[in-house]
């Protein structure tokens, strides 16, 4: 599966962790940084995230900040993006099954790499559940305010 990752300046550390073992599982893997852990914003990096979600270079993301809470709020200003903030693997696996989510979010700061391998693997080995989902999911990305 051809996966991107994203972070901040906070979760690093935590992106080095996950893209290898996403390598080691046999995935390909896009790094969209950042590369040191000098301050960045994170709305830069997951709009950046969001951007190859939306146009099909990446079939699946991971966007990682402090708490995984602002950089999933900015990839999901693209119409195209249905990131989760998980903290455990049941909603990794719920986030696919009932949301089609392509992409998850974690917070560094909050989630041990352990956890976050567990909600990675939950998330890519979770098919979409379609039917009674489905009109849901069309909602997310046509929303008529």
């Keep these: 599966m051809r996966i991107a990752i994203a972070s901040d ?3 690093i550390e935590l992106k080095a962790e996950l893209r290898d073992w996403l390598i080691e ?6 790094d969209l940084g950042p590369e040191t852990t000098d301050s960045v914003d994170y709305p830069d990096f997951g709009y950046k995230l969001a951007s190859v979600i939306a146009d099909g270079t990446a079939e699946r993301g991971v966007a990682l900040c402090g708490s995984g809470i602002g950089i999933s709020m ?9 990131c989760a903030l998980v903290s455990e693997p049941l909603s990794a696996s719920l986030a696919r099954e009932h949301n089609d989510a392509n ?5 560094a700061r909050l ?3 352990d956890m976050a391998r567990a909600c990675l693997a939950a998330f890519l ?4 559940g379609g039917g009674r989902h489905q009109r849901r999911v069309d909602k997310l990305s046509n929303p008529e305010f």
């Design 9 to 11: 300046h906070a979760a």
């Design 25 to 30: 599982q046999g995935h390909e893997v896009a």
């Design 74 to 82: 900015s990839a999901n200003r693209n119409p195209a993006v249905r």
């Design 103 to 107: 992409c998850i979010a974690i917070g």
């Design 111 to 113: 989630t041990g790499s």
């Design 125 to 128: 080995e979770t098919q979409f």
